[in-house]
Each structure stands twice: as C-alpha cells, then as structure tokens.
C-alpha cells in the first residue's frame, strides 16, 4: 500500500527534521513535525502518526548518548510527567480538530517567541542548582505539551539548561526523558485511538527516514552550528503554527 504523495511530500522532510533535532540538537525543535503533518491531516492522526516514529528515533540516539546524561534530572523529569500525560488525555477525550490545532500553532509560536528572546538577551534562564521539586513541576508542564503535539522539550530544556549543564550532557538526558515518556505515552494513545492502520502503514514508509535523520543528527551534533538549524526551525514554526491558528479560528 502506497501512501498519498502529498502525505509523502510533507511527511518525509518532517521527519527528518525531526530525526536530525532529536538525534543532535536536543529533542525541544522536533515538535515542529506535528504542526507541519497538522496542516494536512487530522492533528489528533498526525500526533499519533509521530509517536512511533519518535519512539524508534529516541532508540537510535539513546546509543549514542547511552550513560551520558544527568540521572537525577532525568528522574524528576520522568516522574513529574506522569500527571501531566494523564491530563493530556483527559484534555484529548474533550477536544475537536479545531481546538487541537489552536493549540498546537499556539505551542509552536510560543516555543518560537521563547526561542527569540533567549537568543537576544531579552529572556534569560538562571543557574539553579537542581532541585527535585523544580524538576517534577516542570515534567509536569512537559507531560502535558508533550502529549498534545510532542512539544515537551522547551519546558525541559528550561530545567536542564538552568543547570549549566554541557551541551553532550543535555542531549544525553533529553534523549533518556523523552524516550521514557515517549514509551509512556504509548498506552494512552492507544486506548484513544490514535494509532490506525493507516498511520501504522505509513510508519513504515517512513522509518528509514526517522532513523537516517536521527543518525545524521548525531553526527551533526559535533559539526552543524546551532544557529543554522535552529534557523530553519524558526521559519518552519513560524509558518505552521500561522496556518493551524487561521485554519482552527476560520
């Protein structure tokens, strides 16, 4: 079975994207895959397309960065998402596509203005030393973002970098957290529905693009400049997130 080629056409780059911003660059920019997959299908389908995908892009990098991260972070993290996921999908049961794709365009253009701010020195994140209740609030927040669009990563990446943590030592930790909750929210996709046996088919079409993206991103990680990938990331957002808003209000 064949996928639709516009399907295809907007799916394979998103993808990628997605492999390359998790496998490298921290797993925060590879939501931006939802919003795109949103403008041309249903966007509970195009989050339940993405998890699979995600889940096998996190076993890839998770190798690479394996016993590199910060264990107590990625605990708080972890356990704090738990109430967040189950909101999630209280929230999912409740919403129509129209109010899923306010959302996830609001996402992405709030992750888009937090990234602006911090790169001009208008938004700037302390050093905290860690603290498990700091860590458990905030994998609350990213349980919940993370469930609705795959966008957990900015409240994460706000935890960790707050530490000072290096750049290899927060990839290895974002990688281990999102590879967990990823895991976790598997069950409750299920039970909702939003895996179908048309996403699964295309899940397999695209499963050498997710892990040649997240094995190009590990190599990127080391030579790629941050700012031209986040860049792109900027643009891409930036589009999507406009066009999901003005589809959802009219």
């Known amino acids: 079975m064949i996928p639709d080629l516009t399907m295809l056409a907007f799916a394979i780059p998103a993808v990628l994207f997605a492999g390359i911003s998790k496998g490298g660059f921290g797993s925060g920019a590879a939501f931006a895959a939802a919003p795109i997959l949103a403008i041309v299908m249903d966007p509970a389908i195009a989050v ?14 998770l190798r ?22 189950a909101l999630g999908a209280w929230f999912f049961r409740q919403a129509n596509p129209d109010m899923l794709r306010l959302l996830i365009g609001s996402i992405a253009l709030a992750f888009l203005a937090y990234q602006i701010a911090r790169n001009r020195g208008w938004l ?3 050093d905290l030393p ?9 994998g609350g927040v990213m349980g919940f ?14 935890f960790l970098l707050a530490q000072g943590m290096g750049k290899t030592t927060y990839q290895a930790t ?49 030579i790629v400049p941050e700012r ?17 808003i003005w589809d959802a209000l009219t």
Not at 130 to 138: A, D, H, M, N, Q
């Open 48 to 61: 339940g397309m993405m998890l699979p995908l995600l889940m096998l892009i996190d076993a890839v990098s």
């Open 64 to 85: 690479s960065f394996w016993r590199g991260w910060h264990g107590p972070s990625a605990a708080a993290l972890i356990l704090g998402s738990l109430p967040g996921i």
């Open 124 to 126: 700037r994140i302390p």
């Open 130 to 138: 860690f603290r498990w209740s700091t860590g458990i609030g905030t």
């Open 145 to 158: 973002t993370s469930f609705v669009s795959h966008a957990g990563g900015p409240p994460a990446a706000i």
């Open 174 to 222: 974002s990688v281990l957290v999102f590879w967990a909750v990823n895991l976790t929210k598997s069950v409750p996709y299920a039970m909702l529905g939003l895996f179908t046996h048309e996403t699964l088919v295309l899940d397999l079409w695209l499963a050498p693009v997710a892990v040649g993206g997240a094995l190009l991103g590990v190599r990127a990680h080391h």
């Open 228 to 244: 031209v990938f986040f860049g792109i990331t900027y643009v891409l957002l930036a589009c999507t997130g406009t066009k999901l």
